[in-house]
């Protein structure tokens, strides 16, 4: 009797294989079938790199994710669109005139012309050096008051030695745009030559987030007064110890909350009291305990599940029919409320349409497993799929979060999340407020300096800047 490996030495597996060659291992029994598949399945499979000694079990990949399809078009403009360049600066600083003395290819004289061109260049000073201003402050007596009366120093906090710019700007830099402690000091230790402690910046931070939190508390009650918002939810760390970072967004504000929970604890926190407005979320099913008038779940998320079950599941029974027909259902009514101009009783029409025919793909009894496990779903949120077609301003997907969560999610990347609650709640206020600003088109630095400084004039903190197309 031949052994199951004879035929895999005068036979090729792979793309080359015929019809033929494929009978010859046929022929050989059920275990040269079953060895030429494992060798097939061993030949696909992508290449994981063999990992050293050293290396953490947690960062052994279990596998490596295929290689991403080539872009279909080239990035960019199309060719022929207008030309788009930097402007012309609306000041000169100084100016420099250029002349050769001799040619530079041959050393000989040069005989002088009246052409010239002008080129614009802006940069940083070679040597920049921080303003220090001493501030005499007088204290005189108050006959009225009986007691002694000081002017208000607003460049700088009470007893800060660095002023407003300082501190806002690496705040800026570290919950705003995701550079690391470590980074910040250095910027301003050698570039700017400002010497900071990476101690010093975060108490500082705390006085920052302590002024600023009537901000964070005018973006929560915003947002529980939108229309429409987006809420999404990912991983965080505090003290090595799992959390949670929610995340709640529309277009004009984002806020952000750390909390111990993923369930409805940390919703009740955000939700005290019930929402009236359209919330967009996944399926996760800490939301459902939210009061609210209209829910849309994303649609994407449906997709990405059927997706998913035909990567890494058997597809086998009645799942082809089912997913053909979730799929067009799902993108039947996207076209529909994609299209403009349809008449309101066609509207109608298909609207109906669409809740029949969920209704009859609920009721059918699929046999596969996976496709009863997301007829429950369906089932579940019958009324919550389509609310984009009765809402105005309602979106099938929960993209807008997706977005508003990722640049905390590059910020987690760079600097491991932190190390203390008190940490982690000033992460979630500073975040909130530098992208809030943001978002209503405001300049952070210049925005919260001027905040600062009326807080410690007035004692009082201004209100949140409300959405504006004017500001930079």
Known sequence: MKTTAEPLQTVVLGPSLTAEQARQIYRQGEEAVVFALLTLAQQSAPAIPSPSPSTPSAMVPTYQKPSCASRSKRPGRKAGHPGSRRLLPQRIDQQQTHRLKQCPACGGPLQHCDQTRTRYTEDIPKDITPVVTEHIIHRDWCPRCRKHIEPIVTEALPQATLGNRVLVLSAWLHYGLGNTLSQIVEIFNHHLQIKLTGGGLIQMWYRLQAILFGWYLQI?????????????????????????????????????????SRGSPALRKFFRDEFHGTL???????????????????????????????????????????????????????????????????????????????????????????????????????????????????????????????????????????????????????????RTLKQRGYHPMETIVKAIESYLTTGELPPLPSPSTTNG
Not at 221 to 249: I, P, Q, Y
Not at 284 to 312: F, I, M, P, S
Not at 366 to 377: D, P, Y
């Open 220 to 260: 929560q009650a915003e947002a529980m007064n939108s229309a429409v918002l987006h809420a999404d939810e990912t991983g965080w760390r505090v003290n090595g110890k799992t959390h949670w970072l929610w995340c709640f967004s529309t277009a004009n504000l984002t806020f952000y909350m750390i909390d111990r």
């Open 280 to 434: 967009i979320s996944d399926f996760w099913g800490a939301y459902n305990a939210v009061l609210c008038r209209k829910r849309q779940l994303c649609l994407v998320h449906l997709l990405r599940d059927l997706e998913y079950v035909e990567t890494y599941r058997r597809v086998d029974q009645d799942w082809p029919a089912f997913a053909k027909q979730l799929r067009r259902l799902v993108h039947d009514a996207i076209r529909l409320w994609r299209r403009d101009n349809v008449p309101a009783t066609e509207f109608a029409s298909r609207r109906a349409r669409l809740d029949v025919r969920l209704a009859e793909l609920i009721e059918h009894p699929w046999r596969h497993h996976e496709a009863g496990r997301l007829v429950k779903r369906l089932r579940r949120h019958r009324a919550e799929l389509f609310t984009f077609l009765d809402e105005a301003g309602v979106p099938f997907d929960n993209n807008h979060a997706e977005r508003a969560i990722r640049p905390a999610v590059l910020i987690r990347k760079n600097s491991y999340s932190n190390r203390s609650r008190r940490g982690a709640d000033a992460q979630a206020v500073l975040m909130s407020v530098y």
